[in-house]
């Protein structure tokens, strides 16, 4: 498996939507979102003036923290606290930052952890944010293109968009850790597409369709683009979700900063008329409200969640 790289910004600009070039992309698109459920993503654009640099300056202070000042960041909300899990020599923290971009929780998070609540941090997340939510709407409206849907199927993406959720990730090597030696973090992200950076760190695996595992090698300047489950079912399952997983060995820690993009919980999710037919692709899920997997998901922690949920 040969991961896809794609350059949105030739030449200092945006590959104009509708162009013949853009098409053509959007084709290229699809296709490696239905082989392998991922894609690199070259945009200079996002990493002018070294802003993903600043991210990662900033994100190292967060984790250098105490330990007790980070674990003050508790939302009621599943996966947005701070949390620390072990698996295959690797010790992980997170922290989950709700809907980034229409909710405050980027400042709740700075005025917790610094005395003055850190303007810089708050600045630089969620700059990063937004752009990175921006090309998450151009990606999405390249697979209504690559799929040659009429264009009210852009409101469908739209809505799936509606959220940017964020997850800051550390991770560092735990040789001593023999217990959790086996325990996999493979998964599926639950939530639209997802969109994430590291510090050149390296440490993402993905399951190939054949059942291997495969290094991500995410060159400087790029991003790594996931399909998610909502995705996947949104497109009668054509597009694929790609497991994954982190395994970490060397000395270095390993940062990482991801924009969930997600539908509002009360959104309905339905397969696309177009996506359809009798022969070669049946309807492979039924319609269903997103806030209704995502609790499903929450309570079975089911690896199979979306087929088990929505599937026909
Ligand atoms: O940090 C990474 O490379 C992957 C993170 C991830 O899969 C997640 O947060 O869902
Ligand atoms: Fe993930």
Known sequence: MMISCFDFWKGGKTVEEGSEEWKEMSKKVREACESDGCF?????????????EEVFKNM??????????????????????FNVHKFMHTHYECFGLDDVLLSTSV???????WPQGN????????GMSLK?????????????EGYGLSQHHISDVENM????????????TDKNNTAYKDKSNGHTDKNTLTI?????????????????WVDIVIPENCFVVIVGDALKAWSNGRLHAATH????????????FGVFVAPKEEMKIEVPGELVDDKIHPLRYRPFNYGEFFSHFVSTHNHNAIDVFAGL
């Open 119 to 126: 303007p810089h941090f708050r600045e630089t997340l969620k």
């Open 245 to 256: 997983r982190v395994i970490m060995s060397g000395e270095k820690e390993r940062y990482t």
């Open 196 to 212: 994430l950076c590291e510090n050149e760190v390296q440490g993402l695996q993905v399951l190939s369709k054949t059942g291997t």
């Open 107 to 113: 400042d709740t998070l700075a005025n917790l952890m």
């Open 60 to 81: 190292e202070e967060l984790f250098h923290l105490p330990q007790q000042t980070k674990q003050q960041h508790i939302v009621s909300k599943p996966f947005s606290s």
């Open 161 to 172: 968009k509606s959220c940017s959720h964020v997850r800051l990730n550390m991770y560092n």
């Open 132 to 144: 990175m939510s921006e090309v998450s709407l151009v990606i999405l409206k390249m697979i209504v």
């Open 40 to 52: 690199l993503l070259r945009c200079d654009e996002i990493n002018s003036k070294g802003a993903r």
